[in-house]
């Protein structure tokens, strides 16, 4: 499995920004997705997941009403809706694909339950 993260750039706080991940290989349907991020000088940080059914998702307190995820398996693709973005949204946005076997109804929220990482796409708000 591998995936690119794409549509990062500068916007103002306030704005909307949607993020893309194109995740190639053929069991993308069966796998969870997430999204971490990376601010500068600090440790990356979950942001949002789904499950490999996309019944589940999972959001960290600090985008919850403001960001959505949501994937397309037809077109192997993964989206991170981000509304009303904020100056502390500032980083480097990574989306990540679990590879190993476990409940494709969970929508897992740590890094180390990921085995693929893509390139990140980065992310500045503006104030």
């Known amino acids: 499995v591998q995936q690119q993260a794409s549509g990062g750039g500068l916007v103002q706080a306030g704005d909307s920004l949607r993020l893309s991940c194109a995740v190639s290989?053929?069991?993308?349907?069966?796998?969870?997705i997430g999204w971490f991020r990376q601010a500068p000088g600090k440790e990356r940080e979950f942001v949002t997941s789904i499950s490999a059914r996309g019944d589940f998702t999972n959001y960290a307190d600090s985008v919850k009403g403001r960001f959505t995820i949501s994937r397309s398996s037809a077109k192997r693709m993964l989206y991170l809706q981000m509304n009303n973005v904020k100056p502390d949204d500032t980083a480097v946005y990574y989306c990540?694909?679990?590879?190993?076997?476990?409940?494709?109804?969970?929508?897992?929220?740590?890094?180390?339950?990921?085995?693929?990482w893509g390139q990140g796409t980065l992310v500045t708000v503006s104030s």
């Open positions: 290989g053929s069991t993308f349907p069966s796998v969870a």
């Open positions: 990540a694909a679990r590879g190993r076997s476990g409940s494709v109804h969970t929508a897992w929220t740590r890094d180390i339950d990921y085995d693929f």
